[in-house]
């Protein structure tokens, strides 16, 4: 207002503000008045340090990616097992980009408890370490340690506030997470040994009746697909994050 002459500072009388002459017809006949905003380069550099941040991210190798698939798909129908018991999709992920070759490199990837390592992991270790030497792959051996302390304190802060029966959704805006993000989290948390008591907030979302049926569900399927999981309960009406927190109590039940 001062720039355009609508206001002006009265020096005499301590810098009070009194509207001037152009001021007064302004308020009798309002005009539109463009502003220069602020240039805000925080956010900018904040959104250059994730961008760099995603980029330096390593990615999992697609063909050892799929090759892990379909063993992890075999070792299933051998001990009569849902794949996403053997090893959820994204522990597959993390060893197509980590390459771990030893039992104590497989317990380290995220969501693979060290129960789960010795009772399936030698198999995924030697089609790993054949492929790392057929390959010659140079394995990232600082990343998993950053990954891992990386992990710790969201693992800590969800553990204790769904002990504390907080509601999904509130946990999920503490750290910033979307609802499908946290429940990316908490299937890790389960999938690596730690037990989860979600009754308090699944019995809000489904009866008895609906968790019994998509328990039941997840003990004969094949696959670890939510979509197809929704195509094949399509009478339920369950949204995917419902699915996603019954298969969660699945793991938490029959998955260690």
Known sequence: MMLEGLIEKD???YGLL???????KFMKKPY???VALNHQFEEEVAEEEEQAAAEAQPTAD???FEMLKDLRKKVAKEKNLPPFVIFLETSLE???????TTTQELEKIQGVSKGKAIRYGKQFIDVIA??????????PDDFVLKSVVNKSGLKVFIIQNIDKKMPLETIARNKELT????LDEMETIVASGTKLN???CIDEELDDYAQDEILEYFKGCETSSLALAKEELVEGNYSIEQLKLMRIKFLVVYGN
């Open 198 to 200: 979600l009754d308090y």
């Open 18 to 24: 009194k509207i001037t002459e152009k001021g007064r």
């Open 130 to 139: 054949k492929f790392v030497e057929e390959n010659d792959i140079v394995k």
């Open 62 to 64: 697609p063909v050892l």
């Open 179 to 182: 609802y499908s993000e946290l």
């Open 94 to 100: 993390d060893m197509a980009t980590q390459y771990p």
């Open 32 to 34: 539109l008045i463009h």
């Open 11 to 13: 020096i005499e009388e």
